[in-house]
């Protein structure tokens, strides 16, 4: 079983700042099988980010994806209010598809 | 627009068996993946497993033993069976369009309480 593990596990930050979150694989996933999603209190998480890199419909350009291999990362240009939330990436290379533990990405 | 929606019991007793029905509106559900995906109180997203064009599923090994995915296209629903639940099965759990759920489309999840 491939395990991610992402990190900070909280990230204070203020609107208008950048925001990088980190995901590690323990073995590697290649960029087709690694996603991204944002889920808000009560809410059902939302794809973000597909393939590593290629954002899903409707969502805006200041999210964006990248890395290859073991390493990930999501990038949050300029922080909008709504952006604050808990950030999951997720393996989808080899089952069992395993996610994250989680990012809180909050208002400091 | 696709739209999911979970239905089924909010409460299973011990032992027994969790149903759960997702219901796919908006596109047929043939000739797509969908999988289940559950997230207990406060914790992270689990993957249970898919289904894909009746007769193909996937299971993650730490439930399948007790796991049965099953489709009716005739009503374009799926189905989630979880056999001799516990306390541990307690979670939000969420239907999805994808093998494992990064087809874009996601049900609002339905909360399930295991307890007597």
């Known amino acids: 079983e491939i395990v991610l593990t992402q990190s900070p596990g909280t990230l204070s930050l203020s609107p208008g700042e950048r925001a990088t979150l980190s995901c590690r694989a323990s073995q590697s996933v290649s960029s087709s099988y690694l996603a991204w999603y944002q889920q808000k209190p009560g809410q059902a998480p939302r794809l973000l980010i597909y393939?590593?890199?290629t954002r899903a419909t409707d969502i805006p350009d200041r999210f964006s994806g990248s890395g290859s291999g073991t390493d990930f990362t999501l990038t949050i240009s300029r922080l909008e209010p709504e952006d604050f939330a808990v950030y999951y990436c997720q393996q989808y290379r080899s089952s069992p598809y395993t996610f994250g533990q989680g990012t809180k990405l909050e208002i400091k | 627009q696709v739209h999911l929606q979970e239905s089924g019991p909010g409460l299973v007793k011990p032992s027994e068996t969790l149903s759960l029905t997702c219901t796919v509106s908006?596109?047929?559900?043939?000739?797509?993946?969908w999988s289940w995906i559950r997230q207990p109180p406060g914790k992270g997203l689990e993957w249970i497993g898919y289904?894909?064009?009746?007769?193909?599923?996937n299971y993650n090994p730490s439930l399948k033993s007790r796991v049965t995915i099953s489709e009716d296209t005739s009503k374009n629903q799926f189905s989630l069976k979880l056999t001799s639940v516990t306390a541990a099965d307690t979670a939000v759990y969420y239907c999805?369009?994808?093998?494992?759920?990064?087809?874009?489309?996601w049900g609002q999840g339905i909360p399930v309480t295991v307890s007597s």
């Open positions: 908006g596109g047929s559900i043939s000739s797509y993946y």
């Open positions: 999805a369009r994808g093998a494992a759920g990064t087809g874009g489309y």
């Open positions: 393939g590593a890199f």
């Open positions: 289904i894909f064009y009746s007769v193909s599923t």
